[in-house]
């Protein structure tokens, strides 16, 4: 391996660690978008991540389309069907994540997958093949760090970043536990309950991101039914990060059929939201 070659490998383990870094040199919080890989159907999401791309995006969440998503409301639920309708396999959402190195090899990806999915195969091999396609980190909905011991093994092994989910129902003694254990970055649930398009931020917002900071120094980022510019400046205001997923996907099922308008209105928003993580 030449110097060069070296260089580029740790450039790219610590993607995350360069998008958070960039975003706050900016005077801004990052932007985290979601999308589940293969919805519509694989080539137009390929379409749907150039464009998330283009419109600012400084991380993006790769939903891996699953028949059981546990922690999802209607709109990823359905987003996850038209997937796996589709014919989506995991074979093709690892290429999609190759097509887009070809292109970008800047911006974060991180899977936002479940457990069975990685496990049914071979969990070692599973993380080995995500990392060698081009995934940075994963977030896995139904695995706690306490029942993750090899989980947390094979991605030290393979140089992924591992994303743990605290909620408002974390107690604060166990926060810090699950800090320790996240190596890309903390994803605040603000909301109990399932994902999908909320009108209002939480009302304790400030107090569980302050009782979060006080515990870790980790990139934190906050999610779960933003929508608007409004609740992402506030976001913004208070966490390194804030996260988008339905309203986001809200603009494939409201256009299908036509990609050239899913690109369009999922670019206006995108970039609308993404406007809004100004802080100073």
């Known amino acids: 391996m030449t110097s060069l070659d070296g260089f580029s490998m740790a450039w790219a383990m610590n993607r995350i660690e360069s ?8 005077g801004r919080s990052a932007f985290v978008s979601y999308v589940c890989a293969g919805d519509p159907d694989i080539d137009t999401s390929l379409e749907v991540c150039r464009t998330l791309i283009k419109s600012g995006v400084d991380v993006m ?17 359905l987003a996850a069907q038209r997937a796996l309708e589709a014919g989506t396999t995991q074979a093709d959402v690892f290429q999609l994540v190759r097509n887009i190195r070809k292109e970008n090899d800047e911006v974060p990806i991180v899977f936002y997958t479940y457990y069975n999915l990685m496990f049914s195969n071979g969990l070692d ?24 011991e090899d989980h947390m093994a094979s991605c030290e092994k393979h140089g992924m970043k591992t994303v743990f989910l605290i909620a408002p129902t974390t107690p604060a003694a166990r926060v810090g536990f699950i800090a320790k254990h996240a190596t890309g970055f903390i994803y605040y649930v603000s909301r109990t309950g399932v994902t999908g398009v909320r009108e209002d931020l939480a009302d304790d917002l400030n107090e569980m991101v302050g009782m979060i900071r006080e515990a870790t120094d980790k990139p934190l980022v906050v999610g779960f039914g933003v929508s608007k510019r409004e609740q992402v400046k506030t976001i913004c205001e208070l966490a390194d990060g804030v996260v988008v997923g339905s309203a986001i996907v809200n603009t494939i ?17 995108v970039s609308d939201l993404v406007a809004g993580t100004k802080v100073r």
Not at 61 to 77: H, K, M, R, W
Not at 127 to 132: F, N, R
């Open 19 to 26: 998008a958070f870094s960039k975003a706050k040199s900016e």
């Open 61 to 77: 969440e790769l939903g891996v389309p699953f028949s059981d998503p546990l922690a999802d409301g209607l709109t990823n639920q």
């Open 125 to 148: 091999q599973y993380i080995a093949d995500a990392k060698a396609a081009g995934v940075d980190g994963l977030l896995v909905l139904d695995l706690p760090p306490e029942e993750a």
């Open 253 to 269: 099922k409201d256009n299908l059929g036509d990609t050239a308008a899913i690109t369009s209105r999922m670019g206006e928003l």
